[in-house]
């Protein structure tokens, strides 16, 4: 039988406890054990160890697989969410686009009697501003007197 | 199975222990794991509870022998595989899903373990004196002190030290998994490996 250094036994320990070793490489290690303190108190040291083995605690696995399925599924929530902003920015885009295209007097989208419909319906008619109008009042130079016209020159030079 | 099922209340949390060796190697029931990747990349919510199934066991394990505290263990599996299974991209299929994923576990569970031992002076003083509720209450108190002997052990360990003996001894790395797992050298971790064993052996085998 061959003799095996302190440094091969004990590197094969863990390998003869959990029977992976050949018959002959385990009677070798066996030997050594039977002579050496250090390496059988190594072989002692790795018995006790693997005596305590760890359960899953109750419950653990349920938690671990909810938490795991909400992480997984955050970025598909994410993901809809920022779609549904950008819809919902490009409705007030385009909205305010229209509303200004409308009051400069644009066509909007290729449809020039479009802009005029709404135009009016956007703007009270009674507002806007009388065409031959001078004076406050709504009135025309017709109605004035001679005199009064004059006065008016006068002011206006 | 004569397995004997007792529990250690924690600190902050209860850390189930049963007294045999379990293989924590994830089973593979689902189907074979690359299957389960690709599903889980495209959102398959049952690709992705079958990944949680199948490796939660190992990851709450590690975390509860780094931390050695049953809440912050939980608190550090969550945090594993959620952050895992919702960020795949970032997995590189060449390697080993499992060792990605421990190093995700040792990467959470250190540095709340770290908060945690500054934050409570006795950090590993599970309450081994709590009630037992089991019948058989002589051999469940003996198997708790066991327990908390071996927690103290482990704790008082250097970090890398602890690190590369829980994962060889309860996870089967190979030195060069637990390099990939915790960095350094293969070199480094061996090293590391075997310099932990030895100083576990007074706390351990003196003491009983």
Redesign the interface.
Known sequence: MRLLSCETV??EL?AMR?GRLHSSEQRAVAAHLEVCAECR??A???A??????????PG??A???E???R??DRP?RALSRALATAAATAVVLFGGILLLRHRSGDPVLGDPEGAATTAGLLQPVADLPEPGGLLAGGLQLDDLSTEELQLLLTELD | MGRSRFNVQGVTGVVSYVSEMVHLRPQAAEGPEELLLARARGGDTGALDALVRRHLREVSAVAARVLGDGDLAQDAAQDTLVGALTGLDRFLSEGSFRTWLLRIAVNAAVPLGRREWRRREVSLTFAEDLPVRDPDPASLAAARCEAGRVRRALAGLREKQRLAGVLRVYHGLSHREVAEVVGGSEGAARVNYHLGIKRLREPLTCAS
């Open positions: 004990r590197d863990l959990d108190a190594d002692d040291v790795l006790l160890l693997r005596r305590q083995t760890v359960a899953v605690p653990l696995e938690r671990v697989k938490a795991v399925r992480r997984a598909r």
